[in-house]
């Protein structure tokens, strides 16, 4: 019989080998793409920190899932440090995914179309709203109804500012989203079988797939959406500023060269004219 890990040996066997090799494969940018890569995915990792922990703390607190005996060596706010570990890990599985998939930042016409951004707020404000309904219907929608209203908001921001970009390139962001969460969906129904944490019955549907708990799925789903769209949108707005930046100065120096010109044209020259008399003047007889 195996024993049960605890959720530190989880990532060890799991998620630390699969970040080594995603590793291992991302490209390797320099200059600009690089800096501004590197500093996508640390946003994206404090991002992940400030606005999953009080949610997950809350989950837990409430008995949504709990975690074996021995399995948690140190909690914090009532999150074990493996779960804190993994808001990090699973953030830059999606993103050395994106990367190593490769995606194209940059500002073009029709990224501020009304459209597509209009639709992605709509289905945000929709999730958050039916997540809060499902919340208070019925206690077996606990986890999932928390899980859309914690989404919903972040996705209708997200798509304010970048649906346009997000809904013309969006093979990248979705294989980021989809490749991660299903890797996670097979290691976390292992967990669950050897018995590391387990999902409450009574805070959820009871509908699984393969003995995983839908809302387990559908969490893996929407961390990754959220991660990979904050990622492609992150250097989104910094290019789409880069070309706002670059068409200011191309103005102020269209406007500057005008003045001269106009300067220039303001001031008449006149021709130099030699004066010669126009009456000869005969000498005075005496």
């Not at 009532?78 to 699973?90: D, K, N, T």
């Not at 393969?210 to 250097?235: K, R």
């Amino acid at each position: 019989m195996i024993p049960t890990p605890t959720y530190l040996q989880f990532h060890l066997v799991f998620t630390l080998p699969a970040l080594a090799v995603l590793w291992a494969l991302a490209p390797r940018y320099e200059g600009v793409r690089r800096r501004r890569a590197a500093a996508g995915i640390a946003v994206l990792v404090g991002i992940a920190y400030a606005y999953t922990t009080p949610w997950i703390a809350y989950m837990i607190r409430r008995g949504a899932w709990s975690y074996a005996d021995g399995a948690v060596l140190v909690r914090a706010l009532s999150i074990p440090l493996g779960e804190y570990l993994f808001f990090a890990i699973q953030t830059l599985l999606v993103a050395l995914v994106l990367h190593r998939v490769g995606f194209d930042p940059s500002f073009r016409d029709g990224d501020l179309d009304r459209r597509p951004r209009v639709a992605g707020v709509l289905v945000g404000l929709a999730a958050l709203v039916c997540g809060l309904w499902l919340v208070s219907l019925d206690a077996s929608f606990r986890y999932l109804g928390g899980l859309l209203a914690w989404i919903g908001p972040v996705l209708a921001l997200q798509w304010a500012v970048g649906g346009g970009h997000l809904v013309r390139a969006p093979r990248p962001w979705l294989a980021a989203t989809l490749v991660p969460a299903a890797y996670l969906c097979v290691v976390d129904r292992i967990a669950i079988g050897l018995g590391t944490w387990r999902v409450s019955p009574e805070f959820t549907t009871g509908v699984a797939v393969l003995g995983l708990p839908i809302e387990e799925a559908c969490f893996f789903v929407a961390a990754g959406l959220m991660a990979a769209n904050g990622l492609v949108l992150f250097e989104w707005v910094l290019d789409r500023n880069d070309r706002r930046t670059a068409a200011v100065g191309e103005r102020h120096g269209d406007a500057i060269d005008r003045v001269d010109t106009s300067a220039e044209s303001s001031v008449d020259i006149e021709p130099s004219v030699d004066i010669e008399p126009s009456v000869d003047l005969d000498p005075v007889d005496d």
